[in-house]
């Protein structure tokens, strides 16, 4: 899978608009950080120009749109590189770890079961990962539907 197909499928769109919700004034995370958009964390990747005149009249649906490729590019790279086999990795793995790597980031290099599973490809050690841990605590919805989701995964 590449950026380009992810960012043709509306799969992984919807999934993470699902997970992340799409805002159009900014607000705050569970983490503090501000956030707009869909899933933009301010934090982690700066303010979008602009978006000081945004604050009272909302973000433009295109701009959310527009940071949404920006950000699925960065979590495709982070995955790329926190997970090294990430390339030949079934199609349903690399969907949840984008997903995950969209709200996580380089976090994802402290999940040392999660990429223990993957490396070793046992999917269902993986999504065991990710129903017990810390982030399952403060986003247990989401974490169940990606641990479900790789649970699936034969």
Not at 2 to 20: C, F, G, V, Y
Not at 63 to 78: I, K, N, P, Y
Not at 87 to 107: H, I, K, T, W
Request: proline share 5%.
């Amino acid at each position: 899978m590449n950026t380009i197909a992810l960012k043709a499928d509306t799969a992984p769109r919807t999934r993470i608009a699902q997970d992340e919700g799409t805002l159009s004034n900014p607000c705050k995370d569970l983490k503090r950080h501000g956030a707009c958009g869909m899933g933009h964390n301010q934090g982690a990747h700066g303010l979008a120009p602009g978006i000081a005149t945004w604050l009272k009249p909302g973000i433009p649906d295109y701009t959310g749109s527009e940071r949404f490729c920006e950000e699925l590019d960065d979590a495709v790279l982070c995955c790329s590189q926190v997970f090294h086999e990430f390339d030949s990795l079934p199609d349903g793995v690399q969907r949840v770890l984008v997903n995950m790597a969209f709200a996580l980031g380089y976090e994802l290099r402290d999940w040392l079961r999660l990429r223990a599973a993957v490396a070793e490809r046992d999917w269902q050690k993986a999504a065991q990962s990710i129903r017990s841990s810390r982030y399952a605590k403060q986003a247990p919805k989401r974490c169940r539907r990606l641990a479900d989701r790789m649970d699936a995964i034969r």
